[in-house]
Structure formats: C-alpha cells, structure tokens
C-alpha cells in the first residue's frame, strides 16, 4: 500500500476542521486518533509486518474513529446506545459517501487492503470479535482494537472528569462499585456497557480493558505510559469503594506484571 502518510494527516486534519474545533470533545477525539495511529504502527512493527502492513495499520488507526465528528455534533454524545454505532457510520462515511478518496488514491490501495480497512474499522468497537474472521483479519482488527484500548487509559486519566464520565469529581469519588462489575473484573475481561451503573463501575471498566490486550508491545505501552494504574489513584470517599479499589489494583498489577 502507497500511502502518504502526510497526506492523510493533512486531509484527517482538514476533515476535522469542518467541524466546532473548540469544542473540547471535538479536540478531545482528534488527539485521540493521532494517539491511536501511532500506537497502531508501533504495535505493528514489533510484529515485524511488512511496510505496506505497517502503513494500513496507520490508516486503519488515523480512520477508525472518523465518525465520532459527526455523532457529536448531531447527538452531543460519544454514547452509541444514545446515538449511533460509529463504526458502522464511519463505514458509510469513508466507503458509500466516498470520503476514504480524499485520504488515498485509488490505484495505490489494493482491494484486499480495502477488505482489511473496512473491516477493521466495522469491528474496532465490538465486545467481542466475530468468530468467522480469517487469520490476516483478525490481525489487523486487534491491532487496532489494541491500539484503540491503550490511548483509552489516557482519555480516562488526562482529560477532565466532566468530558469523560459526565459527573462532577465529587459525585464520581462518593460512587461504589456495582457487584456484578466487580465479579466480571476478576473474571479477568471486558465489562458490558449495560453492567456499569456508576461512576466507579466506569473506571472499574476502564483498567478491565487491559485484560483484553492480545499483543505483548500493547501491554508494555500500557505500562511505560504509566496511565492505566493512575485511573485508580483517586482519592475516593466512599469506604467500601476505598477498600475494593486497592484490591482491584494489586490483582492488575499481579496481571500485568508490574
């Protein structure tokens, strides 16, 4: 795959631009997506792929979240379930409506890097990968998947609480964690969407995503960027919350190795 990866820059930047810029959500998710693509090449790399693999993991990363502009400004909410399924719409924004020809040239993509795109950028945001995905890719869904969780750790602890969990520091530090979260925690996966009824329970769910990371350079970037156990470092005032955290913090450091 030829690819400017310049240009896409460039045009991602232009794309954004269309857009309230000084909304903080809007930046908010552009840093996000620079994070991302980053993050999708280094991962990438340490699994010694080609560099034409190398830069279709950049694009995958610089246009998996490319409909978040648009579900913000319409809806004022990241929340799918409230919204729209944002990968699916950035589906239709890159390959019905044709914005993917303003970030690549036709004759420098081949179809089966397309296939890689679309599905990697369809199934970025599942809970869980379909089952009937060849090997090449699932390849490319995780990587992105990977890449997509470790900036996460970031969004949750750099930006402000209101852009993040919607409630003042007050409200989120007073909140207990649901026991349902807190079993599904130690189950060592993901936690459903529906399961999290609290503040706490959201970044409960946040570390959690860690025990989904399949590549060994996803988790050593969780750890050098240092973000992932400091989610936790709060100080909560809720007792029982104080109590369960500190256990939840050893269980992933034992995970992960720390």
Request: charged share 35%; hydrophobic share 40%; proline share 2%.
């Amino acid at each position: 795959m030829n690819i400017d990866k310049e240009k896409i820059k460039s045009v991602f930047n232009e794309y954004v631009e269309e857009f309230d810029v000084e909304d903080e959500m809007i930046h908010l998710k552009k840093v996000h997506t620079i994070n991302v693509a980053s993050i999708c090449v280094d991962i990438a790399k340490s699994l010694n792929l080609s560099n034409d693999e190398v830069n279709l993991c950049y694009l995958i990363g610089m246009l998996h979240d490319i409909a978040r502009f648009r579900q913000y400004t319409i809806y004022k909410t990241f929340y799918d379930s409230k919204s729209v399924d944002h990968a699916k719409l950035g589906c239709e924004i890159l390959f019905e409506e044709g914005l993917i020809n303003r970030f690549v040239d036709e004759q420098d993509v081949h179809s089966e890097d397309m296939h890689y795109l679309e599905l990697a950028i369809r199934w970025h945001s599942v809970y869980k990968l379909p089952d009937d995905l060849s090997e090449k890719e699932e390849l490319f869904c995780n990587i992105i998947r990977d890449a997509d969780k470790v900036d996460i750790f970031r969004v949750a602890m750099e930006e402000p609480v209101n852009n993040v969990y919607a409630v003042t520091r007050e409200e989120l530090l007073d909140s207990e964690i649901t026991p349902e979260v807190l079993d599904a925690f130690y189950e060592h996966h993901a936690i459903k969407r529906e399961l999290r009824k609290t503040m706490a329970d959201v970044k409960v769910g946040f570390v959690a995503l860690s025990f989904e990371l399949v590549f060994p350079k996803s988790k050593e970037i969780a750890k050098e960027q240092g973000f992932l156990m400091r989610i936790l470092e709060e100080d909560f005032t809720n007792e029982k919350t104080k109590e369960q955290v500190e256990m939840i913090k050893k269980e992933l450091k034992d995970y992960l190795e720390y």
